[in-house]
């Protein structure tokens, strides 16, 4: 069966700092991988999703980056951080099919930055 | 542009049945899916509609109408532990992006 790691689960770290997130997925090959942001009492936003080992694609321009070395690896970086950058930021996965459309997300990060 | 509406709120009483309906207005169309997600926690996939028409699973029911813009999720012999966010979410273009609604927060009571 697929799993999908996140880690870490909280992180609180303070503005200016950097950031790595990193998104792992286990029991599948070549998925699609997303990253989301939610805000408190926001809907899902999402930021960068990957067809394919280095293929980025940027939804909202911020000071945000991802990158995807491997193909079940999915990273969400920052150089410098932001109070906006507050959030619970989410990682799913999809199978890359015309007939399967359903995305599974991981446990999350809850990032705090003060 | 891309619009999802959803109540914010909604409160219902152990073992009723409660609907939660969204309307959507996006650029293009290819299925509906509702997920939920108890506080602090993942969004769990609950529902996927793509033809109109009402689908079954369980307690859980969602409803889609294209032409209208519009799809409910129905939940029946609520339990407490049906408290949580309701997202709608429309799979809109390519690559499986998916657009979200803000989400509608139910809360079960006895």
């Known amino acids: 069966s697929q799993t999908i790691h996140q880690w870490p689960a909280t992180l609180v770290q303070p503005v200016g700092s950097p950031l790595s997130l990193e998104c792992t997925v286990e029991g599948t090959s070549n998925p699609n991988l997303y990253w989301y942001r939610q805000a408190a009492g926001r809907g899902l936003q999402l930021l960068f999703y990957s067809v394919g080992i280095g293929q980025i694609s940027s939804e909202v321009p911020q000071n945000l980056s991802a990158s995807r070395p491997q193909d079940r690896q999915f990273i969400l970086s920052s150089k410098k951080l932001l109070l906006s950058d507050s959030g619970f930021y989410l990682c799913?996965?999809?199978?890359?099919?015309?007939?399967?459309?359903?995305?599974?997300f991981g446990p999350g990060t809850r990032l705090l930055v003060l | 542009g891309q619009n999802i509406d959803q109540p914010t709120e909604m409160t219902a009483t152990e073992g009723a049945i409660v609907q939660i309906n969204c309307t959507y207005q996006t650029s293009g169309f290819n299925g509906l899916f509702w997920y939920q997600q108890h506080a602090g926690e993942a969004p769990t996939f609950l529902s996927y509609?793509?033809?109109?028409g009402l689908e079954e699973k369980g307690r859980f029911s969602s409803f889609l109408s294209r032409s209208k813009g519009y799809s409910y999720l129905l939940l029946k012999e609520l339990q407490m532990k049906d408290s949580a966010s309701y997202l709608c979410a429309v799979f809109s273009g390519g690559y499986n992006k998916l657009i979200f609604g803000a989400g509608t927060r139910l809360a079960v009571h006895p």
């Open positions: 799913a996965w999809s199978v890359r099919s015309q007939g399967s459309k359903t995305q599974y």
């Open positions: 509609n793509v033809l109109d």
